[in-house]
Nanobody, 117 residues
Framework: QVQLVESGGGLVQAGGSLRLSCAAS????????LGWYRQAPGKQRELVAV??????NYADSVKGRFTISRDNAQNTVYLQMNSLKPEDTAVYYC????????????WGQGTQVTVSS
């Protein structure tokens, strides 16, 4: 059973920074894709950033401000968030995806990020 535990959320003023962590049970090298998603009230869950096989992809809204990284030794994925804006307020979820032998998605419980103006 895969467990993903997020931490690092909180309340921050606009322009501030937070670093989210996602600790996985077991070796994260087995996952094909690791990423962060977010869901704001009344909105659908959206992709924030993903990392796979040495490549990174970001939502346009966070490019240049957020950075996704991984520490394989610690089985942890991070999301460094700088220059935060009120519109970044959401629950942030960690995701780990397997593509073989079939697609399987694993999610954390989410961590709240609130950016005040």
């Amino acid at each position: 059973q895969v467990q993903l535990v997020e931490s690092g959320g909180g309340l921050v003023q606009a322009g501030g920074s937070l670093r989210l962590s996602c600790a996985a049970s077991g070796n994260i090298l087995r996952f094909n894709v690791l990423g962060w998603y977010r869901q704001a009230p009344g909105k659908q869950r959206e992709l924030v950033a993903v990392i796979s096989a040495g490549s990174w992809n970001y939502a346009d809204s966070v490019k240049g401000r957020f950075t996704i990284s991984r520490d394989n030794a610690q089985n942890t994925v991070y999301l460094q968030m700088n220059s935060l804006k009120p519109e970044d307020t959401a629950v942030y979820y960690c995701n780990a995806k397997l593509l073989f032998p079939r697609v399987a998605d694993y999610w954390g419980q989410g961590t709240q990020v609130t950016v005040s103006s």
